[in-house]
């Protein structure tokens, strides 16, 4: 398709949007009095306008019912978690009984090492990305030394190419096999969080295993972003927070994922905890822990339902839409708004570098050469909610759930005024 830079052009695509009408199922913050333009959707998604309900429902629950909420709620507490499974499975590609909601990312990413990163005095070393995220950084190292081993030699990161700003799967692979049989474990995040490169799971999923070593994701960037199919890829182990693309708000339960042929496997270990135990038999109090034959053998505690009860109205939304009508907006409205950049960076001259690669997902990475935080700055004042890293790059994630391609035309305005104010 041939894009234009056009008030009237982006209407028109906005007119022929099949989800145009789900921007209207969000709250939009305003700034002087208008609706943002909303660009960090991989960050904090917006807060679907039925998740009201979902949370005001439990709190009546509580209010009216008290302890007996647990059964006689409309949704019953003790088994909220499982309503979530079937939906979540669907937007990850598993099945069902390999899906649970528990925690929050860093700390089920802690608990899925505890089964998946068991090292010996041979096979012990972890492959990751450079630059990890800040937490999965502290999660790999502090498990290494929990295990009384040293995360300089343990830990092998791989790097990008000089000048490049993205991995190579070839060079990923090279290191896997250079590691062998040293190799424990493979973890990365998916769809990284800096250059919004997605990884190609399922070649190095396969290549990691042969190996002889687990492979697990975190799926913080690309759970509701990208096409997962974790069974089909015979992932070994995922987490992933639900409040960046899947909407649930701040801090609220993760999601996990244990492929069906750990789960009654009684040599993967766990941490365990009453919620991991069979529903049928978890109220007789047993000294014994019979697992749920699910993920669900993964829960600690009983569920945080003020937590749980967002994501499953967002995951209503997620039900309505499906992932293939998401990805055909994403991919359309992300190259909206890389052609909207060019067009940009032409007429004022200036210098934007788009550092995500085209393996992506729904996030341009943009490094700008010559320009400050003072055209970020710029933008939050006018109304253009995006994120700055450091050094130089804004990162822009036109969410397809809420999004239009007006946003994407007007985002174009601000900027060039940005840019044209900046340089008098
Ligand atoms: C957002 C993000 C996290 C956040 O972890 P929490 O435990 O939810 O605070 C972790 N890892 C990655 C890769 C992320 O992008």
């Known amino acids: 398709m041939q894009f ?27 700034v002087n009095g208008k609706q943002v333009i909303y660009f960090t959707g991989n960050s904090l998604g917006l807060q679907p306008k039925r998740t ?96 009384g081993l040293d995360p300089e030699e343990t830990i ?13 799967t070839e060079d990923i692979l090279a290191k896997i096999k250079e590691i062998g049989s040293e190799l424990a474990l493979v973890l990365i995040g998916g769809v990284n969080y800096y250059n919004g490169q997605v990884f190609d799971m399922k070649t190095i999923t ?16 690309g759970v509701g972003n990208i096409a997962l199919n974790l069974n089909e890829w015979n992932v070994d182990f995922a987490a992933w927070c639900s409040y960046k693309y899947m909407n649930s708000g701040p801090g609220h339960a993760s999601g996990i994922y244990v492929n069906e042929k ?17 529903k049928e038999t978890r ?20 569920a945080p339902i003020l937590s749980v009860a967002p994501y499953l109205a967002s995951l209503e939304l997620f039900e309505k839409v499906g ?13 909206y708004l890389e052609f909207i950049l060019h067009e940009i960076d032409a007429e004022v001259d200036s210098t934007f570098e788009i550092i995500t690669p085209k393996d992506r997902g729904c996030q341009l990475s943009v490094f700008l050469h010559g320009q400050g935080r003072s055209l970020f700055d710029f ?28 946003d994407m035309y007007q985002f174009g305005q601000l900027l060039k005024k940005g840019i044209l104010e900046n340089l008098n």
């Not at 990008?160 to 993205?166: D, I, L, N, V």
């Not at 496997?265 to 919620?275: A, C, L, Q, T």
């Not at 006018?382 to 239009?404: H, K, M, Q």
């Open 156 to 168: 092998v990161e791989v790097k990008k190419r000089a000048g490049e700003h993205h991995w190579r």
């Open 52 to 147: 009201q309900k979902f949370v005001d429902d439990v709190m009546a629950d509580w209010a009216n019912l008290a302890v007996e909420g647990h059964f006689y709620a409309e949704k019953p507490w003790w088994d909220y978690h499982e309503r979530l499974a079937a939906p979540l499975a669907k937007v990850v590609g598993a099945k069902t009984e390999e899906v649970s909601v528990m925690n929050t990312l860093s700390v089920n990413l802690h608990l899925l090492l505890v089964s998946f990163y068991r090292p010996t005095k041979t096979r012990f070393k972890i492959l990751c990305e450079e630059k990890a995220f800040p937490s999965d950084q502290y999660m790999l190292k502090s498990q290494v030394r929990f295990h």
């Open 206 to 221: 396969a290549a990691g295993q042969k190996a002889g070593a687990f492979v697990g994701w975190d799926l913080a960037h």
């Open 283 to 302: 109220f007789l109090m047993k000294p014994e822990f019979e697992p749920m034959e699910t993920a669900d053998a993964w829960q600690i505690s009983n």
């Open 323 to 335: 992932m293939d009508a998401l990805i055909e907006k994403r991919d359309k409205i992300v190259a």
């Open 4 to 30: 234009e830079n056009t008030l009237q052009f982006a209407q028109k695509l906005d007119a022929a949007d099949k989800l145009k009408k789900y921007r209207d199922e969000f709250h939009f913050p305003k």
């Open 379 to 406: 933008l939050m004042k006018n109304g253009v909610i995006t994120d700055w890293r450091e050094p130089n790059v804004i990162r822009l994630a036109p969410a397809p759930f809420y999004c239009s391609y007006e």
């Open 262 to 278: 750990y789960l009654n496997d009684p040599d993967i270990p766990r941490f365990e905890g009453w919620w991991g135990t069979k």
